[in-house]
C-alpha cells in the first residue's frame, strides 16, 4: 500500500510555508536596502575623495557647484577627471541614469547627489545667519579654513519630488529648515534631501564630509518650520548646532 500526504496535511504544509514567507519576505527586502545604503555611502566617500584630490590641485579650494549659477561647467564635470566613472554620481537606490539628457537637463544637472553650495563649496560674505542671502556669493572656500570638517556635509542625496533624479545642488539653509507640510513626491527645496530618507531604513541619510570621510545624518539635524517658525528661531539653532553639520552660509569659515 503506497503512502500518501492527505488533504490536510498539504494545506498545514502550505499554510506554514505561506507564513515563513510573509516572516522572510521583508526581511530580505530591508536588507537589500541596506545593502544599497552601503553602496550609497561607497559612492559619497568616493565623491569626497575626488574633490580632495582636486583641492590638492587646486591650492586647498573646494570644487564649486558652478561656475555661475546655473552656470557650465558644473561640479559633476569639474571633478569627473578625478571619479571617472559616471555611475559614481548616481544613488544606487535609484536607477542610473543612461541618457545624457532628462527633462531638457544635461545629466549632470539631475544626478541624486547634491553638493552642499552654501555651506561647502560657496557662501554669502555677511555679518550673520539673520542678515538673510543677498549679500555677495562667493564661488568656493579653503578646505583647511572650514570648521569641524569631519561634521561638515559636502555632499547628500537628494530627490526631485516625483522623479527618480535629483538636482545638483542645495542650499543649507533650505534643505535643513524642512516644510512638515510638505507632501511627499511633492518638489520642494526645503525637502529635498529630508524625502531620501525613505530609500534608506530608518530615517537617516547617508553623507559625505569636508574631510573626505561618509556617515549619517538623522532627524535631529534638521529643524522643521514648526521648531523654528522664523528665521531668528532658524538662527538660533544654526549657531547652536546647525552650522557644525551644514556649514554656516554666511561666512568661509
Excluded at 136 to 156: C, D, H, P, Q, V
Aim: charged share 20%; net charge negative.
Amino acid at each position: 500500500m503506497r503512502k500518501a500526504f492527505t488533504l490536510i496535511e498539504l494545506l498545514v504544509v502550505i499554510a506554514i510555508i505561506a507564513i515563513l514567507a510573509a516572516i522572510l519576505f521583508p526581511v530580505f527586502a530591508q536588507a537589500k536596502k541596506a545593502a544599497k545604503g552601503t553602496a550609497t555611502l561607497s559612492n559619497l566617500k568616493q565623491l569626497a575623495l575626488a574633490t580632495h584630490m582636486y583641492a590638492s590641485d587646486y591650492d586647498d579650494g573646494t570644487v564649486l557647484t558652478d561656475t555661475a549659477w546655473f552656470g557650465i561647467p558644473i561640479w559633476p564635470t569639474i571633478i569627473n577627471p578625478y571619479v571617472k566613472s559616471r555611475d559614481l554620481y548616481w544613488d544606487p537606490t535609484r536607477k542610473v541614469l543612461k541618457e545624457d539628457t532628462y527633462g531638457g537637463y544635461d545629466w549632470t544637472q539631475v544626478v541624486t547627489f547634491a553638493i552642499n553650495d552654501s555651506g561647502y563649496s560657496g557662501a554669502w560674505v555677511q555679518p550673520s545667519c539673520v542678515d538673510g542671502t543677498n549679500s555677495t556669493y562667493i564661488y568656493g572656500r579653503k578646505l583647511s579654513s572650514m570648521e569641524n570638517i569631519s561634521k561638515r556635509i559636502a555632499f547628500a542625496p537628494n530627490v526631485w519630488g516625483g522623479t527618480d533624479v535629483g538636482w545638483y545642488y542645495f542650499r543649507a539653509y533650505e534643505a535643513n529648515w524642512i516644510d512638515p507640510g510638505n507632501t511627499v513626491g511633492d518638489f520642494s527645496y526645503w525637502n529635498q534631501v529630508w524625502d531620501t530618507r525613505f530609500f534608506f531604513n530608518g530615517n537617516s541619510i547617508p553623507v559625505a564630509h569636508a574631510d573626505g570621510s561618509a556617515g549619517k545624518i538623522n532627524r535631529g539635524d534638521f529643524i522643521d518650520w514648526n521648531q523654528a517658525p522664523g528665521l531668528d528661531e532658524y538662527c538660533q539653532w544654526m549657531d547652536a548646532k546647525g552650522k557644525d553639520v551644514w556649514g554656516p552660509f554666511w561666512n568661509q569659515n
